[in-house]
């Protein structure tokens, strides 16, 4: 072929010396002998030989080219995309190259060398998380303590700081300092009976609650005498277990080994220490631990198979294990302690409302889930596994949107469930992928040994709690007459066409009457307790013996006023 001369199609023999082509760069014509076509433009005679663009005919494969409907270029960015996921080829296998080696696997050899033969192998302090109503205050998400020692009298002696009768006792105790939080103790509670003017105060990190009024019970704490008290043994449980999963965790080269006793320590030291269900005895709380362990278990297997073996498979950072995996998931299957300062507790609208703080937490939490999910979509592509994942998650999504609308029941994501989520997105062998497997793992763990499989649907009764709001109607008080003594009210009849019958009456947070229709005039005329002494009432509708929503309290003034609340009548 002369130098100079163009073709689209064409071959030569064999030559000693440089062509044309090759003097240019470009390859090699095919030949009548070979399976390749080469195919190029005409070069213009001001540009030498060149490549021109290859036809689009030729660029797409026979499925492709059935979507020509589509425009071309949404077609190419299209196939960039899906080329972008599939990754590199080949694959880059994500390995764990160990710090300090020698260092890290000096246990295994130990144990390799000298043992070749055989085979290896807590808190009192909680909030209500419905709306309690104390006096005129709506009291959600914080300790439950009403009364104590005032501001003043903190830092002096005092024999008895009275407490309201419906306090939770322990926070009360920890707030009077007769137990520790961190260490537990014993004490001895005095019951007494009516008392009013509870005061208010913030000691030992908890904050009580005022209450102005009287109310039928009350109780104190003895000083000066003991109980004999079982020491509280959860912190020394929880060094023997962190020291034995340890020396585990550095000494074990089998995945094999490693996760199944872990993960059977942990279960049984969250159910029986750490977290342990309301029961009243060990009899019955170890039955229930081991009756959930089952189940767990078999959840479990499918971690190990498709998520734990693949990562720790060939894993020799035996110390970054520890610190990373072991470590993520103690933080994990202790998050009554260490995620408590989280103001979140449930995923609900009128929830994230009501605690404060909790609105910022979920951005940061929603934020932080984003950038992780970015880091392990990138490994995920380095190995090629994208796309497979992809499906995966696509699943995952549509199911949960499926149970999204589905009619009168409600999605509520619980521990267990939020692992079974994202673990298989933490097959990767990555120091981050370590960390993320292990707290997903003590979350797991957590959620089903504290709480068991509860169901991911449930209906509104049960996501609202025995205490929750109803929503319901509330009694039409139509008068209201105070005096310094004595109020009397009156109310329209209740909604029989709503099956309504009756009205009950709170007076300082405490039933004091009832009145059913048939039971005479609808009207009530209460008299003061104490003399000059604040009072606080609430109505709500009866449907046979159970009582709907409550109004918000009216407060009875000491001196005969009545401030009426936003869904009572009277002066503001």
């Known amino acids: 072929m002369a130098p100079g001369k163009t073709t689209d199609i064409g071959g030569e023999g064999e030559r000693d010396a440089p062509s044309q082509w090759e ?136 024999s008895e700081y009275f407490y309201r009768g419906d306090s939770f006792v322990c926070q009360a105790a920890i707030h009077a300092g007769v137990v520790s939080n961190q260490k537990g103790g014993c004490g001895v ?34 000083s000066g005498l003991s ?33 199944p006793t872990v993960f059977t320590m942990l279960f049984f030291h969250v ?82 409302r009501a605690q404060p703080g909790a609105p910022l937490a979920l951005s940061i939490i929603v934020v932080s889930l984003l950038a992780i999910a970015i880091g392990q979509v990138w490994y995920l592509r380095l190995e090629g596994r994208l796309p497979k994942y992809l499906a995966i998650y696509g699943i995952f999504v549509a199911f949960l949107i499926v149970c999204v609308i589905i ?17 298989p997105g933490t097959r990767l062998q990555t120091r981050p992928s370590l960390l993320y497997q292990g707290i997903l793992v003590g979350l797991f763990i957590n959620g089903t040994a504290r709480w068991g499989f509860d169901s991911i649907l449930q209906t509104t009764n049960e996501l609202r709690g025995p205490d929750g709001v109803l929503h319901s109607a509330l009694p039409n008080i139509t008068s209201i007459v105070p005096a310094v003594s004595s109020i009397t009210f009156q109310w329209a009849m209740p909604p029989l066409a709503l099956g309504y019958d009756g009205i009950s009456t709170l007076v300082n947070d405490v039933e004091r009457w009832r009145w059913y229709i048939g039971e005479g005039k609808p009207t009530k005329t209460f008299e003061r ?20 929503d409550f109004t918000k309290a009216g407060v009875w003034e000491g001196d005969g006023v009545w401030r009426g609340g936003s869904d009572l009548g009277g002066e503001e």
Not at 63 to 68: D, Q, T, Y
Not at 122 to 137: F, K, R, W, Y
Request: positive net charge; contains cysteine; glycine residues 6%.
């Open 23 to 158: 003097r240019d760069g470009v390859p090699e014509p095919s030949t009548s002998a070979s399976s390749t076509l080469d195919v190029r433009s005409r070069a213009s005679s001001d540009s030498g030989h060149a490549y021109g663009p290859i036809p689009v005919w030729l660029q797409e494969s026979s499925k492709s080219f059935h979507w020509r409907w589509v425009p071309y270029q949404v077609r190419h960015f299209a196939r960039a995309i899906v080329s972008w996921t599939r990754g590199p080829d080949p694959p880059q296998i994500q390995k764990i190259t160990p710090f300090f080696p020698s260092v890290q696997e000096a246990p295994v050899r130990l144990i390799t060398k000298y043992f070749p033969q055989k085979i290896h192998k807590a808190g009192l302090s909680v909030h209500v998380t419905t709306p309690h109503a104390v006096g005129a205050q709506d009291i959600n998400y914080r300790p439950f303590v009403i009364g104590g020692p005032a501001e003043d009298e903190i830092d002096h002696s005092s």
């Open 529 to 548: 307790q104490e003399e000059g002494v604040v009072e606080y009432f609430r109505f709500a509708l009866m449907r046979g013996s159970g009582a709907a």
């Open 189 to 222: 509670v005095k019951l007494s009976g009516s008392y009013s003017n509870f005061t208010s105060s913030k000691r030992n990190g908890i904050q009580s609650i005022p209450f102005d009024a009287p109310f039928p019970k009350s109780f104190t704490f003895v």
């Open 227 to 259: 109980s004999s008290c079982i020491k509280d043994l959860r912190w020394p449980l929880l060094a023997v277990t962190v020291i034995f999963t340890t020396i585990l965790s550095l000494c074990t080269a089998s995945p094999l080994v490693f996760f």
């Open 407 to 423: 009619p009168t029941l409600n999605l509520r994501i619980h521990h267990y469930f939020l692992a079974l989520l994202l673990l």
């Open 271 to 352: 159910g029986l220490v750490s977290d342990p269900p309301t029961n009243t005895d060990y009899a019955s709380l170890s039955s229930l631990i081991i009756g959930r362990f089952l189940p767990a278990a078999f959840v479990a297997a499918a971690f190990y198979r498709y998520s734990v073996k693949p990562q720790q498979q060939d894993l020799t950072a035996y110390i970054e294990r520890t610190i990373l995996w072991l470590g993520g998931a103690w933080i994990g299957s202790l998050n009554n302690y260490t995620f408590d300062f989280i103001p979140i507790q449930r995923l609900t609208p009128s929830d994230l």
